[in-house]
């Protein structure tokens, strides 16, 4: 049996790298995979704890896959959005959109 | 059983809001017609009220007041503002004076506007003006009275303005909503006065207090409330309800915007500001009757001595004026006032309160108002004919007259006649009971009054004489000979007189005669029957008075020129001067109202105005706009700048909830 903290260690991990791709990361589509990577994180987190502390309830596996769901949504939506920024923009660096604030 | 009487209200309604949305895609005619034909049905729902109650059979020797429609439409704990229709013998008899004269107006201004540009505007006012009117006489309570006033006092200014390019009559609408107004608001004071301490805005309870049973209205109320409006708070509520009055109906001093509001038609003179609207004063005092003479007759002098004043003032004015219409305006104060004055001296002596002669001032100013709405309406009218033909106001313009407009000069001869009180017109009946109640009052007031009624014979005349005597103004009739005004003006000339005629010598006759059946079986102060008998010393000495002074004005004014005049003119300049300029009440209330309210008062409040509360408005936006301006170089645009900030942000977070 796998100890639960292994699972808290590799959930933390896949968050910071998650984190740190999308603050450093310039390219669009790599952005996106760090944000899913930070969703996928929680979702293990989620995993775990129900396991952990109600082994009868489902609750957190259900959470789990409605994140997927969703998470499947966003990046649809995303990848649409960023289509479109590369057919106007000819780039897929955030760079190259700063002057959307306006 | 009076249910249709919601239609009298709801035609005149609905006919002002088909002419005032579609009216300007319709043709003059089809307007026309639509005002007029609503406005016809309306005037034959009132007659067919008026049959049906007066011919209902009266309980206890008193005709019941009937409530057919009312709903609760605001409540406020106790109170609660209702709207409805309440019948009683004031009620209908104004309903009968307002459509009968306003059907008159909507005929006759077929003929006076043809071809003015705005006419289906004008029409969808006059509907207005209807409405708001029949819904201020029917109304159940003091506060649903209140807000017709209001609409009336709005349609009243839309018409004095109705020639808008014209700058006088932008002037004068604005003076006559702003003096309204300003009475209105003692109006409002009073009604939340007399609603706060009573618990009530409806007249019932005082409906209750004329017929002798004296209900306490204080049931709800606390002890204190109750005695302090048994003392004085219900005097001084009446008193102000008084001052709104007396601003609509054009009490010295409040009476500065009548003259004005000549500016607007003719017709409209004649509806609004002769014999409907300005009557409304007379008519709320009338309304309020019961209270007054219970709670506050002391205060009812309040009323005598304004109303003899102005009644003074107008009748020495209108000797000097020379546009007709200033005339006929002054001569409307002059007799309005009469009516309050008849109202006021409605009590000799509390104990004889309920006795049948001690009545007779409420039954005459009433009965008054009756008459002088349809004389007025004729006077006007007929000066409307006039300055059609003449294109004029000035009586130095006209003159000789009477061969040119045959049918005008007699039915403005009969109301000159009904107005100066000569017997067998409609006049001389209801001026001779006021007469005869404020001789009762007071023989002081009962002469003056007799006095200004000789006035009034006076100023009459000479208008009469004139316009249709004198020297023929043959310079101005050289290119614009005058004529006579067409079928649909003379007709309703014809109508007011037929009906001035046939009251007068009904009432006439009957009042010597003693016949009952006449205006005192209707409307009296405590519902009874009363029969108007009068006194013949009194009938005969008033009588005398207005033939002297016809005679007077005959031998000053008829003829070709007017040596006497002259003379009089020259020996008294100033005199004649002053009642010219009115006594200089315009100077003094622009002088009171610029140098004074406006420099001490109005400024000072202004300055507060835009200094302190604007101030602290703008010191609100300034300081947003500055916290703005200075977080705004955070929006970078950078995405992975925000993502670290938010990063940051949510850890510092986490470890403040982590240290708490």
Sequence with gaps: MIPVECYFALSALLFFIGVYGFVTRRNLIAMLISVELVLNAVDINFAAINRLLYPEGMEGMFMTLFVIGVAAAESAVAIAIII?????????????????KR | ??????????????????????????QHKVAGWIGTCSLGLVTILSYLTAFQYFGADRV??????????NFTWLPLGNLHFDLGILLDPISVVM?????????????????????????????????????????LVLATNIFQMYMFWELVGVSSYLLIGFYYPLKPAIAASKKAFIVTRFADMFFLVGILTFGYFTDSFSFSFAGDIVMGQGTTPFIQGSMAKAVAAGGFIIPTALVLMFIGGAGKS?????????????????????????????????????????????????AMSIVVWVGVFTAFYAAAVACAQTDIKRVLAFSTISQIAFMMVALGVCLPGHEALFDNHAQLGYMAGM???????????????????????VHSNEMALMGGLRKYMPITHVTFLISCLAI??????????????????CMQYSPVVGWIMTGIAAMTAFYMFRLYYGIFWGTENVEAHEHHTPHEAPLSMTIPLIVLCVITVGVGIYSTLGGFLGWGGSFGSYVAAAGTDYTIHFDTQIAATSTIIAILSICLATYIYKGESQPIADRLYKTFPKLHRAAYKRFYQDEIWQYVTHRIIFRCVSTPIAWFDRHIVDG????????????????????????????????????ALTLILLCI
């Design chain 2, 1 to 26: 059983m009076y249910s249709y009487t919601i239609f009298i209200m709801l035609l005149p309604l609905l006919s002002f809001i088909i002419l005032g949305l579609a009216g300007m895609k319709m």
């Design chain 2, 60 to 69: 206890n020797g008193i005709y019941q007041t009937i409530v057919p429609y």
């Design chain 2, 616 to 651: 602290t408005f703008n010191f609100m936006a300034w300081g947003a706009n500055e916290a703005g301006e200075s977080i705004r170089s955070w929006q970078s645009g950078d995405v992975r700048q925000y993502a670290v900030w938010f990063l940051t942000g949510s850890v």
């Design chain 2, 250 to 298: 054009a009490m010295f001093p409040l009476h500065i915007w009548l003259p004005d509001a000549m500016e607007g038609p003719t017709p409209v003179s004649a509806l609004i500001h002769a014999a409907t609207m300005v009557v409304a004063g007379v008519f709320q005092i009338a309304r309020m009757f019961p209270l007054w003479i219970e709670y506050a007759p002391q």
């Design chain 2, 95 to 135: 309903l009968i004076v307002i459509s009968t004269v306003s059907l008159m107006v909507h005929i006759y201004s077929f003929g006076y506007m043809h071809g003015e540009k705005g006419f289906q505007r004008y029409y969808a006012f006059l509907s207005l003006f209807t409405m708001s009117m029949l819904g």
């Design chain 2, 420 to 437: 100066a009180g000569i017997p067998f017109f409609s006049g001389f009946s209801s001026k001779d009971e006021i007469i005869t109640a």
């Design chain 2, 367 to 389: 009965f008054h108002l009756f008459t002088h709405a349809m004389f007025k309406a004729c006077l006007f009218l007929g000066a409307g004919c006039i300055i059609h033909a």
């Design chain 1, 84 to 100: 479109n920024v590369y057919r106007k923009f000819r780039s897929d660096s955030v760079d190259a959109i700063q002057n959307m």
